[in-house]
């Protein structure tokens, strides 16, 4: 089945740039999702068909998807920004959505 | 405004069925173009997506290898919901359940429940 890799945990201090990285086998060739999660709460939609925003979600929200790793780009960080971010696409192969493991956001 | 609205026991017994109902308002489970999951989250497993129903013209059914031969998600167009029953469940069935829509052919889980904690006891 179709695994995606992403690092366990990043951090970034305010007001910089954080990089959160999804790898996967020709992933650039896939839609890529990506969901924030606050302790306690339910997913959010970040980011859909791998750069688009929902609405209410700050354009400071990007990502980029090529080759064999999906990126979700967070701006001019902030500490609300601090939680569980997941990587997701739909597997064709097995008609079946896959997640990769999530990324703790630290803010420091 | 969609919202989802989860509903449910938070402790079920070992070998027994886990039974959830999500209430769905601002849409409708006949939707042509959404579609209505459950997805499970625990420290062990991470997020897994347990399955899947939606009408195109006709109701269809999808669900994960992992749980196919115990799961069943039924629409309930009379209440506008849809429901799980997750049979014969162990401990490792213990997890948080979540509802949620998806949308478009990359399935993107667009609006999601509150969560539902449940747990198998042995």
């Known amino acids: 089945s179709y695994v995606l890799t992403q690092p366990p945990s990043v951090s970034v201090a305010p007001g910089k740039t954080a990089r959160i990285t999804c790898g996967g086998n020709?992933?650039?060739?896939?839609?890529v999702h990506w969901y924030q999660q606050k302790p306690g709460q339910a997913p959010v939609l970040v980011i859909s068909?791998?750069?688009d925003r929902p609405s209410g979600i700050p354009e400071r929200f990007s990502g980029s998807n090529s080759a064999n790793t999906a990126t979700l780009t967070i701006s001019r960080v902030e500490a609300g920004d601090e939680a569980d971010y997941y990587c997701?696409?739909?597997?064709?192969?097995?008609?079946?959505?896959?997640f990769g493991g999530g990324t703790k956001l630290t803010v420091l | 405004q969609i919202q989802l609205q989860q509903s449910g026991p938070g402790l079920v017994k070992s070998s027994q069925t886990l039974s959830l109902t999500c209430v769905i308002t601002?849409?409708?489970?006949?939707?042509?173009?959404?579609?209505w999951n459950w997805i499970r989250q625990s420290p062990s497993r991470g997020l897994e997506w347990l399955g899947t129903?939606?009408?195109?013209?006709?109701?269809?059914?999808n669900y994960a290898v992992s749980v196919k031969s115990r799961i069943t998600i039924n629409p309930d167009t009379s209440k506008n919901q849809f429901s799980l029953q997750l049979n014969s469940v162990t401990p490792e069935d213990t997890a948080v359940y979540y509802c949620?829509?998806?949308?478009?052919?990359?399935?993107?889980?667009?609006?999601w429940g509150q969560g539902t904690m449940v747990s198998v006891s042995a």
């Open positions: 949620a829509r998806s949308i478009g052919s990359g399935y993107a889980y667009n609006i």
């Open positions: 601002g849409d409708s489970v006949s939707s042509n173009s959404a579609a």
């Open positions: 129903t939606y009408y195109r013209s006709k109701w269809y059914n």
């Open positions: 020709n992933i650039g060739s896939k839609t």
């Open positions: 068909y791998d750069n």
């Open positions: 997701q696409v739909w597997d064709s192969s097995s008609d079946h959505p896959v």
